[in-house]
């Protein structure tokens, strides 16, 4: 586990608040010649300018393995309004929104806003401060709105020093810290207790998430048993991420979304992650997979892209297919986004439909079969084997078709009792995507074994994938992230300065 560094100009600074062990001004942190600890730094330094004493704080942390918040990237971001507008790209409906909401009209023309770890005063701009937080996660940031043509902008973003805070900005700053980082007041004993701090990315609102309740106490259980303190995050936790050691999503992946944005930020503060934002993108595309299979010569069911230009040729082209087929979104899960189609009128119907949210469809054959196995990959190796059958009375496992969804049932094997050419199948189609968590679902038909889709966030549900390994299933997943974790704390030991020895 990173114990905290707070650093501050001087130790008077912090006059205001409660007194914390946690605290180290700039000198003193500049100074810091240990290299065998990582620390968690907060730098709420004033001078963050290039070259200033705080730039060098953050430089310094990032040389010497330490998790710093601002980042010199976020720093050097901060300086330039270009790179700043480019980081600020998909804010413009949250200020859009802004404009359309009656009650803004009260605000000034001109508003000062306080954006304390994603936290600001004004309800109204709440969501905007968390956003502005998750893409320049600073500590504090100084924002200024304008609006002209009842139009809302941001005309000014640049840090915000901690001495300029005054009599209620300053109980809001320590709420909000208090909430940022629950470890600023954790007790020595409890902040021994772990080695590494891993976030599990989770939505409490997701209807079918990709694990239940119970998997996700039993995650928690398994990395506190091999050191890891598992926290569960949402999406608008997104600020904190240089807190852990490791990123692991359990929530279902989309590209541009959150999950894929949460993934890169992750990787990029170098930490360990599950899924990959590489996973994500080859994964969450199932033209991407059909062409990736096809060309590594990896079964699969026969098929072909449908264009969008060329619908006006569709009507033709279907009176020479054979039915039923499969037409497929790329981006669909759990079952949504796929249609069964029986004749030439349908698919031209069914793929028009389609072609408003996409300019390419997969269209396959169509193979019946009573389940689906799912084998869960990890780190290249089976983890586990599970059969999901049909829905009662449909054609999918996941029947969609009336309000309340419906699900077929399920088995699950040890992976020893499974056929080989199934095992063997799934492990040459997750080499071609990486070394993560993967669901690979194929179909059976006698000697014949086809890769449908491999998922890059499969289900692992309490009493269903783990029916076979039980806590093993989970403590395995923990195992991997351990490693992993010892790995990336070695490498960055060997790297830090001081570390360098000679022989004379």
Not at 46 to 67: E, F, I, K, M, P
Not at 167 to 174: S, Y
Request: hydrophobic letters at 40%.
């Amino acid at each position: 586990m990173c114990s905290l560094r707070i650093v501050v100009d001087r130790h008077d600074d912090w006059r205001p608040y409660y007194p914390t062990d946690d605290l180290i001004d700039a000198d003193g942190y500049l100074s810091r010649t240990e290299a065998d600890h990582q620390h968690q730094v907060i730098n709420l330094c004033s001078d963050l300018d290039y070259l200033g004493t705080g730039y060098y704080v953050s430089l310094l942390a990032q040389a010497r393995g330490d998790r710093v918040l601002p980042s010199v990237d976020t720093l050097n971001t901060l300086r330039r309004k270009s790179t700043t507008d480019m980081q600020l790209e998909g804010l413009a409906s949250i200020l859009e929104e802004l404009s359309r909401n009656p009650e803004a009209q009260q605000l000034p023309d001109t508003l000062g806003l306080k954006v304390m770890f994603g936290e600001c005063a004004e309800s109204l701009l709440a969501r905007l401060a968390r956003r502005l937080f998750e893409r320049l996660p600073c500590p504090l940031l100084d924002v200024r709105l304008v609006r002209k043509s009842n139009t809302w902008r941001l005309s000014r973003i640049k840090p915000l020093r901690l001495k300029d805070l005054q009599g209620v900005e300053q109980d809001q700053f320590a709420r909000a810290l208090n909430r940022h980082s629950r470890k600023i007041w954790r007790t020595p004993r409890a902040r021994r207790r772990y080695r590494f701090d891993l976030a599990m990315l989770v939505n409490p609102e997701e209807r079918l998430p990709p694990s239940n309740k119970g998997a996700l106490k039993a995650f928690i259980r398994a990395g506190r048993r091999q050191g890891i303190d598992v926290s569960l995050i949402t999406h608008r936790d997104a600020g904190r991420l240089a807190e852990f050691d490791g990123l692991f999503i359990r929530e279902t992946t989309s590209l541009d979304h959150h999950t894929w944005r949460l993934a890169r930020r992750a990787e990029h503060e170098d930490l360990v992650v599950i899924d990959a934002p590489q996973d994500i993108l080859r994964c969450t595309n199932k033209v991407y997979l059909h062409e990736l299979l096809r060309a590594r010569g990896i079964p699969a069911p026969n098929g072909q892209l449908l264009k969008k230009a060329s619908a006006t040729r569709l009507l033709a082209q279907a009176e020479r297919l054979d039915y039923p087929l499969v037409l497929k979104i790329p981006d669909g899960a759990f079952s949504r986004g796929i249609v069964k189609v029986t004749s030439p009128a349908q698919l031209v119907e069914e793929a028009t439909r389609l072609f408003a949210s996409s300019d390419l469809l997969l269209l396959q054959e169509w193979l019946p079969t009573e389940f689906d196995w799912r084998i869960g990959v990890l780190d290249g190796k089976p983890l586990f084997a599970s059969r999901y059958f049909m829905a009662r009375g449909h054609w999918q496992i996941y029947d969609h078709s009336s309000a309340r969804v419906k699900s077929g049932g399920f088995t699950t094997h040890p992976v020893e009792d499974v056929p080989r050419a199934v095992i063997h199948t799934a492990l040459k189609a997750t080499r071609l995507i990486g070394q993560g968590l993967y669901g690979v679902d194929l179909k059976q038909s006698g000697k014949r074994v086809v890769v449908i889709e491999v998922n890059d966030n499969p289900n692992i549900d309490a009493g269903i994938e783990d029916a076979v390994l039980g806590n093993q299933l989970y403590d395995r997943v923990m195992q991997v992230f351990l490693t992993r974790m010892e790995a990336r704390r070695h490498h960055l030991a060997r790297s830090l300065p001081g570390r360098q020895t000679s022989a004379g």
